[in-house]
Nanobody
């Protein structure tokens, strides 16, 4: 019922910046937490960052700490990932993930987006 749609991926040179967005839609719901993961070919999906919707506290994987910033727009049910100082190792498909609360039976749960490709050229 709830859908997550990522956008903002693309090709960027090493050292550059990119901003990803993920919008949640599909009914009446509350977001508990939203996360970013990434996956490179031949590798397991890796946690990147999360943000608690209230009060907006954040947490980052050590590999991106100091370079990436996760934030949210409560009114738009949207999470962002501002990526700076990008490295070739950051190349991956980036996935949005959310824990959703809802009073509608079956609507709550964990959801994934389809992913958006980020490629960092060396």
């Amino acid at each position: 019922q709830v859908q997550l749609v990522e956008s903002g991926g693309g090709l960027v040179q090493a050292g550059g910046s990119l901003r990803l967005s993920c919008a949640a839609s599909g009914g009446t719901f509350r977001i508990n937490v939203m996360r970013w993961f990434r996956q490179s070919p031949g590798k397991e999906r890796e946690f990147v960052a999360h943000i608690m919707w209230t009060p907006g506290s954040t947490y980052y994987a050590g590999s991106v700490k100091g370079r990436f910033t996760i934030s949210r727009d409560n009114g738009k049910n949207t999470v962002y990932l501002q990526m700076s100082g990008l490295k070739p190792d950051d190349t991956a498909v980036y996935y949005c993930n959310a824990d959703i609360r809802s009073s509608i039976v079956g609507a709550g749960g964990n959801y994934w987006g389809q992913g958006t490709q980020v490629t960092v050229a060396s």
